[in-house]
């Protein structure tokens, strides 16, 4: 297993996605091998990420010497296979397509160390239905980052029934070594993240459907109001704070108008049932400190006050409609 940062680390998979991961590791110290269907896709995607570092430099987006960094650390591989045997952990970062992942899965597997970590970046296969391609699967686990790497913070981690307890602690002192917030997550279909996402994404897109709102309306509404809080808290953490109480009663009407699919959830009921309210009353899904509410609300508002500056600063993005 990988022990200090000489250590080489494969990345398969050379686009946008795998191309910031392998960005991440080399900026770190790694010495990093970028493999993908040809060394001719491989080159070019190295050269990408060279000039993209400089101009991300120049911005003041990377650290002054990230450059140099990625230089000195990031090379290409000639083939899958040549990078995969020459690497203690090797992220897989293919399509998210089940026949190219099993085909490049095996490639990996027959070529790398039978020691070596492999990691696919998979946004939604389960990990445990993905192992079955790899030899010795208790090396073999999910590290999910998010687009673009070098910028988003959080990193899902998915062990299989089968991923030793070793490998996903090493794997999980590594990612954030690198800078990243990891989090465990279960392994199921689209684990937290996209999960999450694309339930609220299917329920936007009904909206537009139906005629009740324009994508634009949505977006305006959602990066505003609970997404602007978003940045800060997690849905839990903003329910305990709102008042349980008062989401029970957003459920009875939502109910209402769309049935079934938005009633309140049961765990929610036996906690407003209980006189458990969150933050007002201690306790909740997180167990807020009560004693704590004051301190809380200054940070939330100090957060909130910060991020909204932060917006007007930047300004809309480019090419986006405005009102």
């Not at 080399?26 to 970028?34: D, F, I, Q, V």
């Not at 790497?149 to 899902?156: Q, T």
């Not at 993240?193 to 305006?220: I, K």
Request: glycine content about 8%; hydrophobic content about 45%.
């Amino acid at each position: 297993m990988i022990s200090n940062k000489s250590t080489d680390v494969a990345v398969i998979g050379s686009g946008y996605m795998g191309g910031g991961m392998a960005q991440v590791f080399a900026m770190s110290g790694y010495r990093c091998l970028l493999a993908d269907a040809s060394i001719e896709i491989a080159e070019n995607s190295l050269n990408r990420l060279i000039e993209e570092s400089q101009n991300f430099e120049a911005q003041g987006l990377f650290a002054k010497g990230s450059t140099d960094l990625i230089v000195k650390n990031l090379h290409v591989a000639a083939s899958i296979e040549e990078a995969s045997s020459q690497a203690t952990y090797i992220a897989e970062v293919v399509p998210e397509m089940v026949e190219i992942k099993k085909d490049v899965l095996t490639r990996i597997s027959a070529s790398a160390d039978p020691h070596a970590i492999i990691a696919s970046n998979t946004s939604a296969i389960p990990i445990s239905k993905l192992a079955a391609w790899v030899d010795n699967p208790v090396r073999f686990l999910g590290v999910h980052w998010m687009n673009p790497a070098p910028f988003v913070p959080g990193v899902e981690l998915i062990a299989s029934p089968e991923t030793s307890e070793g490998v996903l602690q090493f794997v999980e002192s590594l990612i954030t070594g690198v800078g990243k917030v990891t989090c465990r997550v279960s392994d199921v279909a689209g684990f937290i993240a996209n999960r999450l996402q694309f339930a609220l994404y299917r329920e936007a897109v009904s909206m537009y459907e139906e005629g009740s709102a324009t994508p634009e309306e949505v977006d305006t509404v959602v990066s505003n109001t609970f997404g602007f809080r978003l940045a800060f808290f997690g849905p839990f953490a903003i329910a305990d704070m709102a008042g349980l109480d008062v989401y029970a009663g957003a459920y009875r009407s939502l109910s209402e108008a769309y049935g079934e699919r938005f009633s309140a959830p049961q765990s929610l009921i036996e906690k407003t049932d209980a006189g458990e309210f969150g933050l007002k009353t201690g306790g909740g899904y997180i167990g807020l400190d009560v004693a704590q509410k004051d301190a809380i609300a200054a940070y939330r508002n100090r957060a909130y006050a910060a991020l909204s500056q932060l917006k007007k600063e930047l300004g809309p993005p480019p090419g986006f409609p405005t009102k």
